[in-house]
Nanobody
């Protein structure tokens, strides 16, 4: 069973930057990345690294502000978030699994999930 451990969540101010990290206990999946769930809302896709074609995919609304990086040897991905806004406030979940390209942004495509790390952006 793959275990995912997130870290880096914090209380920050509007405009700040923050980097989240996720470490997997083993390498047994094709993609690894992030979803988030804001208070009162459904969980939504943020970004994922697809090791199948070795490139990241982003939610349209976050591309440009968020950058995903990875270290395959360390089973780790980092999500750098810039110019944070109050609407970025959410619990950020690391996810890993074997989606195909057309299902990369669906949470049902991911078998493994972390416990979440909270990001709060104050105005």
């Amino acid at each position: 069973q793959v275990q995912l451990v997130e870290s880096g969540g914090s209380l920050v101010q509007t405009g700040d930057s923050l980097t989240l990290s996720c470490v997997a206990s083993e390498r047994n999946f094709r993609a690894m990345g992030w979803f988030r769930q804001a208070p009162g809302k459904e969980r939504e896709f943020v970004a994922v690294w697809n090791w199948g074609n070795n490139r990241p995919y982003y939610a349209d609304s976050m591309e440009g502000r968020f950058t995903l990086s990875r270290d395959r040897a360390k089973n780790t991905v980092w999500l750098q978030m810039n110019s944070l806004k109050p609407e970025d406030t959410a619990v950020y979940y690391c996810a890993a699994g074997d989606p195909i390209l057309t299902t990369l942004k669906r949470e049902t495509s991911y078998k493994y999930w972390g416990q979440g790390t909270r990001v709060t952006v104050s105005s």
